[in-house]
């Protein structure tokens, strides 16, 4: 392997295991009763993993799922299904 292509794959987040080096995709937010969602997911090898923040009143919950989308708009649609389904589940008591 060559110095260029070994920067690169560390750059690009290459990596030899399963799942390789997690990346920040882009974020986008959205509004549900009252609450903020920012969709956040994280690019590994194969997909994207659902991530995100909600927030309402100074207040943040960062979450982490295990599902996977392949494409990053699909990982944004299922991030906010979860983000919303969170939030009629919980309500505030979310951040208790």
Do not use: C, W
Request: no cysteine; net charge neutral; aromatic share 8%.
């Amino acid at each position: 392997m060559s110095l260029l292509s070994g920067l690169k794959n560390l750059f690009a987040g290459g990596g030899s295991g399963a799942q390789g080096a997690a990346r920040p995709g882009s974020s986008q937010k959205h509004e549900h009763k009252g609450f903020e969602i920012e969709t956040q997911p994280t690019k590994i090898d194969g997909g994207f993993r659902v991530s995100g923040v909600i927030r309402k009143d100074g207040q943040e919950h960062q979450f982490i799922r295990a599902d996977l989308a392949y494409s990053e708009a699909d990982a944004h649609e299922l991030t906010l299904f979860k983000a919303k389904q969170t939030i009629d589940q919980m309500g505030d008591r979310l951040f208790n």
